[in-house]
């Protein structure tokens, strides 16, 4: 014998005059008492709610009801509206049991050229985030020009798998830039030192300064003083994607660098020079006496 279903109403709590109002609010509170995701153990309350509610709140399907009962000739339009009841009651819980697989990092490191002009790097990650070894899934992850350090590039679905025919996660690459021992980055503009020696400095000269793109020359104007900085256009970082895309400069810093030895000819072209500009020069220090001439001025003494 099949079972019989309990009174509407009273699965509401409200009498069989209750209005819309009444009915609706008391739909709310049971509701939010007995939602599974607040009260598992409440689910069965909580369906039998939702069929009271999806009959009494349709003023027509109320009528019908109250005319021949749950289980009473005539009832039979409440055959769709329990079944989309128990339609929404299976989405809820088919969305509890699926989970979204977690996020994943991976942490990639690029040459300093690399993360300037872009690349494309084969990663593998460990299936299981959480073991020592194991298998791994590789990926091909491509950089674009002008990737800073701690960019993340996120590739969307190549997370951790998702449970019950969940989504899966994402992975977050995180990018590190390896230092440069002649360049830093600043915004678009590469930057570096260049040595140049006095006389370069003094007179003027052609050089070559190592840029990313290899080598370039550079105009050193006479006079040149140690710090001066020259900007070397277009040969920074790209601004943007494609060959074509702008680019920031190169700043070349430049150090006199003042010599540490002399030859004997050096030094006397140095003194000229300085006593042109009428500079005194430092003598240069005595040699050290002999034996004999150290005695001999003893006794001259």
Do not use: W
């Not at 000739?73 to 929404?88: I, K, N, P, R």
């Not at 072209?269 to 042109?276: D, G, M």
Request: charged content about 30%; overall charge positive; proline content about 6%.
């Amino acid at each position: 014998m099949a079972k019989r279903r309990r009174d509407f109403y009273e699965v509401l709590g409200v009498s069989k005059t209750a209005d819309e109002a009444e009915i609706k609010r008391a739909y709310r509170d049971l509701a939010r008492r007995f939602h599974p995701d607040l009260n598992p153990a409440g689910a069965e309350q909580f369906k039998d709610i939702n069929e009271a509610y999806a009959i009494l709140s349709d003023p027509r399907e109320r009528a019908r009801y109250d005319r021949f009962g749950a289980d009473g000739d005539g009832a039979g339009g409440f055959g769709s509206v329990v079944d989309a009841v128990e339609d929404v009651l299976a989405g809820l819980r088919k969305r509890r049991t699926r989970q979204r697989g977690r996020d994943l990092r991976y942490t990639l490191e690029v040459s300093f050229e690399e993360a300037v002009f872009g690349c494309t790097k084969t990663i593998a990650v460990p299936v299981d985030p959480g073991a020592s070894a194991g298998p791994t899934r590789e990926f091909s992850v491509a950089i674009p020009a002008g990737t800073k350090e701690g960019g993340i590039k996120v590739m969307s679905g190549d997370g951790e798998p998702g449970k019950g025919g969940g989504p899966a996660g994402d992975l977050h690459v995180i990018v590190r830039v390896k230092p440069h021992a002649s360049f830093r980055r600043e915004g678009h503009d590469i930057l570096s030192d260049v040595a140049i020696t006095m006389p370069q400095a003094a007179l003027g000269a052609v050089i070559e300064v190592a840029t990313v793109d290899g080598p370039v020359k550079m105009r050193i104007p006479e006079g040149t003083a140690s710090g001066a900085v020259f900007r070397l256009r277009g040969r920074g970082v790209p601004r943007g994607p494609g060959d074509k895309a702008a680019r920031g400069d190169h700043l070349a810093k430049v150090a006199v660098v003042t010599p540490q030895a002399l030859t004997p000819r050096q030094r006397e072209l140095f003194e000229e020079l300085a006593k042109s500009f009428g500079a005194e020069v430092a003598t240069r220090p005595t040699e050290r006496k002999g034996l004999i001439d150290r005695m001999r001025d003893l006794l001259d003494g």
